[in-house]
């Protein structure tokens, strides 16, 4: 890009509109791609207590509670998707929800 | 009389410096297609920083360290308002220009070795840059407001140059030798505001914001109002010795001058620095000697054959 | 007073220590800064040295070679100061629970105040949290 092309793009962009999304300071919905993986949407309903999940967790996000019941660490989570994917019975879901700011580390525990 | 005009114009010469600076982010973040921060965000940035910690480095000289800030901005504001005086027609001594940007240099020089007396490498590495910037732009730069206000009836001064354009219109439009040594002056600005392409002294990607780097807290508010000062300052000097413009009433007068300089900024200093990159050291002292120079001098000889 | 606790809201600047991370939660945090992002509305600056910065961003499982350099920086930073956790990796270690090299989170060798989860986190979401982080800094008396 030669300088007198920088300049005129510098020059139309001044009084363009900015490409900036309005984001955090104006409620404006965030356009999230459907291939997200984001925060875990688990079903006890549908489970089976197969545990697969818990054995192909890379991180070791997914720990038994007590009999049928499992718990989430959003904490330890890295979002790969392995979980949702070996589920037989589809109880595991990745929700496109990416916002997951908190102020402790209790605050990330699911269930 | 003049103490006291030269106290109500300091707090001017500053919100004004600091104004320009909002302008400045804004402007180049619009340039850069983002929103950009509020056009009053170097003030919270002034605040907060004041209200902050101070922190010396064991390893400084104490002394230097801490007081340079404040030397520096106080001899920058003293420079803005000195301008500020002679603009308004109170101060009428000769040689007061020289003065102006005599302050100006000491102000970049005391910050850039209080800087270094931190003990800090990346700081010591800065000055030994920044000195040879300040000594190939300040020349070209002295040359031609000395070409510039060499005219004016006390001699060198804001005052005379300002009378004399009142009768005669604006140097750079009426006379080769304005024209030129507007040229150089401008060529100048971006290194008297240490923005890119001239930036060597604090390039952040090299030496860390060089002598700037281990200052935190008010120290850092005072040394980036001493710096945004003489930006401002400086393209004052070059809407008040070269643009400017008989309106009628003196008030007007001002006023234009005011937005002729921040015209020259945006235009020198905030449009330049978006589109260009950094240059090396050597580029710098190699550059501010031959274009700049030769315009500097060229308007001094075509001042000196229209006199002769 | 009142203005001096807004100003610290509306101008946090933010130092960012990349203790062992994989890159990728950088490259978020740089793409906050990104023209469409735009981290600079609200004052964010990312500077180069802890000396001015108000927030410490830091990134990654904090290792046995990073520990002392992640200590150091934000001992140099001036009070007041937040920290803001980046990533899955600084929130709990993630992946790397158990390494030999691993000295734990980040929240374990420095005061912890946003967690910001993901791996990475959308720039969207780290917005969000130096919001949060500079609210913070906006209630700190001192």
């Given amino acids: ?111 | 009389m003049l103490a006291l005009e030269l106290l109500a114009a300091a707090p001017l010469i500053a919100t004004a410096s600091l104004l320009y600076d909002g302008v400045d982010r804004k402007v180049r973040a619009r340039m850069q297609g983002r929103v950009g921060p509020p056009l009053v965000q170097p003030f919270y940035d002034f605040v907060k920083l004041l209200s902050k910690d101070r922190i010396v480095p064991r390893a400084s000289a104490r002394l230097i360290y801490t007081t340079s800030p404040l030397l520096s901005s106080a001899l920058a504001v003293t420079a803005g308002s000195l301008l500020l005086a002679g603009l308004a027609g109170s101060l009428r001594v000769p040689g007061d220009v020289v003065l102006i940007l005599s302050l100006l240099t000491v102000a970049s020089l005391l910050l850039m070795v209080g800087g270094a007396s931190s003990g800090n490498p990346y700081a010591a590495v800065s000055l030994a840059r920044g000195v040879s910037v300040l000594f190939s732009y300040k020349v070209p730069m002295m040359i031609s407001v000395i070409a510039a206000s060499a005219g004016g009836a006390p001699l060198l001064s804001v005052a005379g140059a300002v009378e004399l354009q009142r009768k005669s219109g604006p140097l750079a439009l009426s006379s080769v030798s304005g024209a030129l040594a507007l040229a150089s002056f401008l060529l100048c600005m971006p290194s008297e505001g240490e923005v890119t392409p001239f930036d060597v002294t604090t390039a952040e990607t090299e030496v860390v914001y060089g002598f700037m780097i281990e200052y935190g807290g008010p120290y850092l508010a005072l040394a980036k109002l001493a710096k945004s000062v003489s930006r401002f300052t400086a393209a004052l000097l070059a809407s008040s010795l070269f643009l400017y413009t008989p309106l009628g009433s003196r008030p007007v007068e001002l006023a234009a001058c005011a937005l002729g300089a921040v015209v020259l900024a945006l235009i020198s200093i905030t449009a330049l620095g978006t589109f260009v990159a950094r240059v090396r050291v050597r580029q710098v002292a190699g550059f501010y000697l031959r274009l700049p120079m030769v315009l500097a001098l060229g308007a001094l000889a075509a001042l000196l054959l229209g006199r002769f | 007073m009142v203005f001096v606790s807004r100003s610290r809201a509306k101008s946090p600047w933010i130092f960012q220590v990349n203790a062992a991370s994989c890159n990728g939660c950088l490259i978020e945090l740089l793409a906050a800064l990104s023209p469409r992002y735009d981290a600079e509305r609200l004052g964010c600056v990312l500077v180069g040295s802890p000396r001015h910065a108000d927030i410490l961003v830091a990134m990654g499982p904090v290792t046995s070679k990073t520990l002392p350099v992640l200590v150091r920086a934000y001992r140099q930073m001036p009070e007041p100061k937040v920290t803001v956790a980046l990533g899955t990796c600084a929130v709990s270690g993630g992946v790397f629970v158990g390494s030999h090299v691993f000295e734990g989170p980040v929240g374990k060798v420095l005061p912890v105040d946003v967690y910001i989860g993901g791996c990475p986190p959308k720039p969207e979401a780290i917005l969000r949290g130096l919001m949060k982080a500079a609210e913070k800094l906006e209630g700190v008396r001192g």
């Fill in chain 1, 1 to 111: 890009m030669g300088i007198g092309k920088i300049m005129k793009d510098a020059a139309t962009r001044l009084f363009r509109k900015p490409s900036t999304i309005g984001y955090p300071l104006k409620p404006e919905r965030v356009e999230v791609p459907d291939s997200y993986r984001g925060a875990i949407d688990f079903d006890p309903k549908l489970c089976v207590g197969c545990m697969l999940c818990v054995r192909f967790c890379p991180s070791g996000a997914i720990t038994v509670a007590d009999k049928r019941r499992i718990a989430f660490d959003l904490a330890r989570c890295i979002y790969c998707g392995q979980c949702a994917e070996v589920c037989p019975r589809k109880a595991i879901k990745l929700t496109k929800e990416f916002e997951l700011i908190y102020e402790s580390i209790e605050s990330f525990k699911q269930q």
